[in-house]
């Protein structure tokens, strides 16, 4: 199976911008998590989604967002994009039919954001 | 409030050493308690989980509520395992992981 991919790899924007980042998840997963990875901040939860629906979420500004379409793709956007917003966002797959049991996420290679 | 602590950001050891590496966690309920490993260009993957009880790789890990500890251990460590290892705790009954910062192992010939 292919694994996870995220698109596009690298990306630079400048402060005001808004960014649209992509996430294929493995053929069959239906859950799709977001995550940022910073030196500052380590690697932090943003948004869990299954079945094209928000199901988990994690401690950041409503200027991030994400959504999930029907084939499990999921696209995370984040608006009046800061400084600090520069940072590497993973995304992870996994099966997930039940969200009360473990289910193991798989990763992808991740999108390296700048901002100017 | 969920925290994850790794108060090593870099163990440096020879092939042949045992190796462990730290993780301390605060959490009032229940939690689950995860190892993750990323080796140089490769992607972050789950190395194991405590609730499993395995030893991965040569890796185990046991669950210390007294002292709300999680830390990963091996006897013989090899040069295969140096990689970036995150210690990360979920509560129980759902998955919304908290990382720690990740401790940088580098096994030396």
């Known amino acids: 199976k292919a694994g996870v991919t995220q698109t596009p790899r690298y990306l630079i924007k400048t402060r005001g911008q808004q960014v649209t980042l992509s996430c294929s998840p493995i053929?069959?997963?239906?859950?799709v998590s977001w995550y940022q990875q910073t030196p500052g901040q380590g690697l932090q939860f943003l948004f869990e989604y299954f079945s094209e629906t928000q199901r988990n979420k994690g401690n950041f500004p409503g200027r991030f967002s994400g959504r999930q379409f029907s084939n499990s793709r999921s696209e995370m956007n984040v608006s009046t994009l800061e400084l600090g917003d520069s940072a590497l966002y993973l995304c992870?797959?996994?099966?997930?039919?039940?969200?009360?049991?473990?289910?193991?996420?798989?990763f992808g290679p991740g999108t390296r954001l700048t901002v100017l | 409030a969920q925290r994850v602590t790794q108060p090593e950001k870099l163990l440096s050891v020879f092939k042949g050493a045992p190796v462990e590496l730290k993780c301390n966690y605060s959490y009032s309920g229940s939690p689950e308690l995860f190892w993750y490993v990323q080796y140089s260009r490769q992607r972050l993957q789950l190395l194991l989980r405590?609730?499993s009880r395995e030893s991965i790789k040569g890796f185990t890990a046991d669950l210390n509520k007294g002292e709300t500890s999680f830390h990963l251990k091996k006897p013989f460590a090899q040069e295969e395992d140096s990689a970036m290892y995150y210690c990360a705790l979920s509560p129980g009954g759902s998955y919304i992981p908290t990382f720690g910062r990740g401790t940088s192992l580098i096994v030396h010939p």
């Open positions: 053929s069959g997963h239906r859950s």
């Open positions: 992870a797959s996994s099966l997930a039919g039940d969200p009360k049991a473990f289910n193991e996420q798989f």
């Open positions: 405590h609730i």
